[in-house]
């Protein structure tokens, strides 16, 4: 027997197929173009027998709606049928997601109290996603981690997935490591959570350790594992190179290079550049089929770093021959690139055009690098009228490089001035007194030399801290304490 659908197609009408109203759900944009799809859904019946096209619906309206709490609730009181746990846990993923995650929360305590949804294996991954991308994560999150230990959740791999994250993000990273320790069950989300987790933290050496505890333990490393172990050997303090080409052989016989992503493409080259393997950077940057702008800063950084700065401006140039739009960061690098080189008139034409040509308005980065290449160059009055005249606020860093550079070409006039914007935004700069005792003691003013030390010794420091300074790529530092 022929359904009437076919016997329509068989007599030559035209098949009318019905709409994907759960895919169309998820495709909108807009709340208009929400509402439609609902009004669709109403009109077909839909709401009432299919759980998952309600579910999407839940979860469109909570990612787009201004109130996305209150939309879901109105549509859950709204549907013909009462709604099951697979579409809450929907919303409650939702929820997370959205621009609002603290929303989750009140929808979750106001399910518990009537007994609609219970925390368990599905309810507490999502809240805690949620209270990891709260301002203050910790005290929600050490309450659903009890919440979870009191309805025996904690050691389930996707709510200790949850916990590690939450904790990271709050700067628990002990707290974040000991749930990590008890969990019985580890799956390779676990440990990537944990790798990224070291690698946001600056704890370079011990995102290594995990990434290779993980892949000792048989698990495969997924994009986000390999891009944050990159990130750490770029930033190690030894050891850096040879784990990152270790890391590179894996991808290669697992077919991640063939070819070689944007994103693990970049997290290669910068890691490359950034120990100074250039040759190897380039050969990764070119067999690249897509860049982005932060792989031509990586390569360009990296060039800059390690004193290939006439190189560091080619590639800034071809850069722009196809048609990839510099940003802020491709300033500060050809700039640094600059400051390696010696290059002043190069330095103040792309200094002049950041803004001009390219809409990037100058930083503290680019003005550092700016007065360091004046100061280098003794052209320390003109650096001072730069630094007064900056779009942003001075700090104590770039009033440092001025410093450093009246040292080194004997300005104490400018020296002075220098020194009393330093003390005014840091009072407790006393290394500066040194610099400028000592620039005093060079030109032969010894009652300046002595006016100093009284001011020393009234202040009781027997040990000076080191005075702020910038060096050639703008980046901070500090000179060595020196005892009175």
């Not at 700039?335 to 503290?364: N, W």
């Amino acid at each position: 027997m022929r359904t009437p659908a076919a016997a329509g197609a068989a007599g030559g009408g035209r098949l009318i197929r019905r709409p994907n109203l759960s895919l169309l759900a998820d495709r909108c944009a807009t709340p208009r173009a929400l509402a439609r799809v609902h009004a669709a859904m109403i009109v077909s019946g839909r709401l009432a027998d299919d759980a998952f096209a309600a579910s999407r619906l839940l979860a469109a309206y909570a990612a787009l709606s201004p109130s996305p709490a209150a939309a879901a609730v109105a549509l859950l009181s709204s549907l013909p049928c009462a709604p099951n746990s697979f579409m809450l846990n929907t919303t409650l993923r939702a929820l997370a997601s959205s621009p609002d995650p603290a929303a989750a929360f009140p929808f979750f305590s106001r399910l518990r109290a009537t007994g609609a949804l219970a925390p368990g294996r599905h309810t507490l991954p999502a809240l805690l996603k949620a209270a990891a991308r709260l301002p203050l994560p910790l005290r929600v999150s050490e309450q659903l981690h009890a919440l979870a230990v009191r309805h025996g959740f904690h050691h389930d791999a996707y709510v200790a997935n949850g916990l590690v994250r939450a904790y990271a993000v709050a700067g628990r990273l002990r707290a974040a490591c000991r749930v990590f320790d008890e969990a019985p069950h580890r799956k390779a989300n676990v440990y990537t959570t944990l790798v990224s987790a070291y690698a946001q933290s600056g704890r370079h050496g011990d995102a290594i350790a995990a990434f290779d505890e993980m892949v000792a333990a048989g698990f495969e490393p997924g994009g986000a594992a390999l891009a944050s172990v990159l990130s750490s050997c770029a930033r190690s303090a030894s050891g850096g190179l040879q784990m990152g080409r270790r890391v590179h052989d894996l991808m290669e016989a697992r077919g991640m290079t063939a070819p070689v992503g944007a994103i693990l493409g970049t997290a290669l080259v910068d890691m490359y550049a950034k120990n100074g393997a250039i040759q190897e950077a380039v050969a990764v940057f070119d067999g690249m089929p897509e860049r982005v702008p932060a792989t031509w800063n990586a390569l360009i950084s990296g060039l800059a770093h390690h004193g290939h700065g006439e190189r560091a401006l080619a590639m800034f140039q071809q850069m722009l021959r196809e048609g990839v739009r510099p940003n802020a960061t491709t300033f500060v690098g050809v700039l640094t690139a600059c400051c390696h080189a010696g290059l002043l008139d190069e330095a103040r034409q792309l200094f002049r055009s950041m803004e001009k040509d390219f809409g990037v308005a100058p930083g503290i980065q680019h003005y550092g690098c700016m007065v360091d290449l004046l100061g280098r160059a003794g052209l320390l009055t003109e650096a001072e009228e730069m630094i007064r005249g900056m779009t942003c606020e001075a700090d104590t860093v770039i009033w440092g490089a001025l410093l450093t550079a009246c040292k080194n070409h004997g300005y104490l006039d400018i020296a002075e001035r220098a020194v009393e914007e330093m003390l005014t935004l840091d009072p407790s700069n006393h290394g500066v007194y040194v610099v400028l005792s000592n620039m005093y003691a060079e030109a032969g003013r010894w009652r300046d030399v002595n006016r100093l030390r009284k001011v020393m010794k009234g202040a009781r420091l027997s040990k000076i801290p080191g005075a702020s300074t910038v060096s050639s790529d703008g980046s901070r530092g500090q000179t060595r304490k020196v005892p009175v």
